[in-house]
Structure formats: C-alpha cells, structure tokens
C-alpha cells in the first residue's frame, strides 16, 4: 500500500512546480472535506480550481493596484455620490463596469477645483483594476515631463509603448499645466497615439472652449478636444459645490461657536450696582479730591455671547 504521506508531499511539490500555489497549500484540507461531505472528484477538483483562480486574481489585484499609482483609498466606498447629480451617479453607475474600455471610450470629467473629479475617476480606476484591466493615475505635469524627457533622449517611441501596456491612462489636472510648445507637442503625440486604441480619463477645470491655454495652438487644440470627445463620456461637474468649501465652512462655523465662560456671569442688575457706587464714590466730598472712578470702582465684566446671524460663507481657493 503506496504511502500516504510520501504521496501527499509529493503532491505538494507538483503542484508548487506548476505555479498552482493555492492548490498546494488547501488541497489537504479540501480533501478531507470532501470525503466527509461526500463529494464527487469533479467536485473536489472543481473546488481547487476555484480556490487556485480566486486567490491568483487577488494577487494580479494588488500588483495591478501598486503598479497604477491611485491615491489610497480614493474608492466608490469613499466616495459621497449624494453630493452628486441622479445624472452623474448614473454615470459612474455604468463605469464601473469597465465595459467603456472595448469601445475604447474617454472619460472627461470637467468641474471647479474641490468638487471630486479626481476622487470620480480615481474610483472609476480601481473599478477598472477590479475587472482586471491595467491602469495608470499620474498628475498630467508628471507625465508631459516623462514624455519630454524620452524625446531629448530619442527614446519616445520606447516609452509611449510602455504607456500602451496601461489599458486606461488617468491623467489628473490637464488644465492646471501651461505647456510650452515642446511640451505641448508631446502631450498631443500621447493623445494622438492612444486615440481609437487605448482610453485615457481627464480631469479638468476648463471648459473645452478654455482648451487653447493648455494646447497654444487653436488648431492644436481642435485637433486634441476632437479626439478626445469622439468616443466619450462627459462628466460635467460645473454645478456641484466644491467639498472643500463646504469644510471649510463647517470648520469656521465650529470655531466661531460661543463657548462656555469660566468666569462668573455677572447679572444687569449688579452691574448696575456697581456702577451706582462707583459714581457715588467718586463724587463723595469726604473722599477728597475728585478721582477718577476707573481707579478705585471694581470692574464689573459683561458676559456678551456672540450670534452668528448666518452661514459664514467662504470661498474656495483658487488654483494658479
């Protein structure tokens, strides 16, 4: 009789070789289940190869999530979509399902700085990852610089091929870059190359008709907005109030509260005392020469409790 110890080791180490690592380290378990639930081979085999595949996607997750560069915790979990239109929730409502990447679609979110484009499409990326696409967030400066740089180098190609590995580029804050020329050139080379093959997601604080600040050029810029907007979906923000005044609203508001005083609150009344024996002092003749009464009356200190008499309204920061 074969040993089963000898035949479970080597088990073990046949499935390790193959790359089947979750298989390797459950199949003991998933075997003993099996004999006391009853079931079949097919199901016991069926059984690993779930765990064999469930635990190979979460690991192509994390590595997909480490390689994009999203900002930490920028999910549709944390995002407040009540802030947001029933239109907009609609459309991230669609996004997630990744779906817009086989029509090589654009996403373009348009909003005042503070009003959640980037957290929008950061969600919209991790959703992306999720359906196990590869994705890449940077700042749109970072990666006219990168660009740059390849193209001093003689290297562009090179690297717009390495960008074509990314399934969905997310390029954050297009409009807050003043291009000069060669700049410009490799920014439009990028969107060019990618256009009808690969998605790119934007955001932006100017609306299409600003575009020539970013691009120099007007025909430059046409050129870009009509590749860009050919295969799109626009997620206009202009309307929804910037989160970050709302904060800072609240915070000021809180600290502008009145708080309770240590000090004993004096009474009208006795102030009114006080001040009645103040002046009698002071003009009393037996008292000597007249003096001044803020030098001998005790000082009685009014309590004033302060009312806001509304909202204190703040504006949001403005980004040079």
């Known amino acids: 009789m074969p040993n089963t110890t000898n035949r479970s080791t080597e088990l073990h180490t046949l499935l390790t070789q193959l790359n089947l690592g979750a298989m390797a380290d459950v199949f003991a378990d998933v075997a003993l289940r099996a004999a006391k639930e009853g079931l079949s081979h097919e199901a016991y085999l069926y059984e690993l190869a779930r765990l064999e595949t469930e635990q190979r996607t979460q690991r192509r997750t994390a590595r997909l999530v480490r390689q994009s560069g999203l900002p930490v915790e920028k999910t549709f979990r944390t995002l407040s979509l009540s802030r947001l239109s029933p239109s ?65 180098d003689l290297r562009l190609p090179q690297e717009l091929a390495k960008l074509d590995k990314f399934a969905c580029v997310i390029l954050d804050d297009i409009g807050y870059v003043q291009h000069d020329r060669d700049e410009m050139e490799v920014l439009f080379t990028f969107l060019a190359e990618r256009y009808e093959r690969k998605s790119v ?41 910037s989160y970050r005044a709302e904060a ?18 004096v009474t009208s009344g006795e102030v009114a005392t006080s001040l009645r024996d103040s002046d009698a002092s002071s003009t009393d003749p037996s008292q000597g020469p007249h003096t001044p009464a803020s030098e001998h009356a005790p000082t009685a200190v009014l309590v004033v409790e302060s009312r806001a008499e509304g909202p204190l309204m703040v504006a949001p920061n403005r980004h040079v």
């Not at 992306?128 to 970072?142: C, D, F, K, N, Q």
């Not at 800072?248 to 609150?265: E, G, V």
């Open 201 to 241: 997601m934007i955001t932006t604080n100017l609306v299409f008709s600003e575009w020539e600040r970013i691009f120099k050029n007007p025909m430059t810029t046409m050129a870009a907005i009509d590749r860009l907007v050919h295969h799109s979906v626009i997620l206009d923000m202009m309307s929804v109030d």
């Open 88 to 152: 907009l929730q609609l459309q991230l409502e669609r996004l997630k399902s990744a779906s817009f990447l086989e029509t090589t679609t654009n996403i373009i979110a348009i909003g005042k700085p503070g009003v959640g484009k980037s957290h929008c499409l950061a969600a919209v990326g991790y959703a992306v990852i999720e359906a196990g696409y590869p994705v890449l967030w940077t700042p749109t400066s970072a990666l006219v610089q990168r660009l740059l740089a390849a193209k001093r």
């Open 248 to 265: 800072a609203s609240q915070q000021h508001l809180s600290s502008a509260r009145p708080k309770n005083p240590s000090s004993k609150h």
